[in-house]
Structure formats: C-alpha cells, structure tokens
C-alpha cells in the first residue's frame, strides 16, 4: 500500500490549504485514514482520522478544531484535510496514515504512511 501526501507550501496566517493523499495498492474502503502532523524535534501528533465508510470523523483536542476538516472519497481513493484560518504554529510536516484496524488517535495502530508535506504559514 502506497501513501502519497501533496498539497503543502508556503501560506499566509488566515489562508487555507488544502492536503490531500492518494492511496494505491489496496482497497482503500478497508483502511480508516489519519492526518498526523510533526513539528521540528517532536514526536507526530494526530489532527484527524475518518472511519472506512467516511460515516465517522474524529479531530484532535488541540487547536485545530473548528479549523480543519478530514474528508474521504471512497470511489477516487483519496482522503483531503481542508485547514482553515492557518495560523504560524500550524507549521509543520503533514503526513497521511491508514489503519486496517479503524479510525484511531494514536499512531500505532496505522500500518502505512505517506512521505509527508510541509505546510509552512507566515506571519
């Protein structure tokens, strides 16, 4: 299973971006997918993870909430994090999961992830 994250850059504080992943080489409706971000020095961090059918959508408990939506596209094999309102301790490396087990906030559960997009937002 491949994971190929793309959608990063460089922003302005208040901009959106718009982080998708396409997944190959599996059948992407048995995978629950996850967002993690890592900061310089830090261990990942999960923003987001939505449920195989896409019913079911989870958000970290951090900042992100309000701002940031996980959605799937079961038929085009792709999972998107629409970020609204970015703001500069949004910088960070971006990275794409899936999970054969279900959605879940924690990494260990995810058997596959993406190489990663910097999203960097200026002040």
């Known amino acids: 299973v491949q994971l190929q994250a793309s959608g990063g850059g460089l922003v302005q504080a208040g901009d959106s971006l718009k982080l998708s992943c396409a997944v190959s080489g599996g059948t992407f409706s048995t995978y629950a997918m996850g967002w993690f971000r890592q900061f310089p020095g830090k261990d990942r961090d999960f923003i987001a993870a939505?449920?195989?059918?896409?019913?079911?959508?989870?958000l970290s408990d951090y900042s992100v909430k309000g701002r940031f939506t996980i959605s799937r596209e079961n038929d085009k094999n792709t999972v998107t994090l629409q970020m609204n309102s970015l703001k500069p301790e949004d910088t960070a490396v971006y990275y794409c999961a899936a999970n054969p087990y279900g959605s879940s906030r924690s990494e260990g559960g995810y058997a596959y992830w993406g190489q990663g997009t910097q999203v960097t937002v200026s002040s």
């Open positions: 939505v449920s195989k059918s896409g019913a079911k959508a989870y």
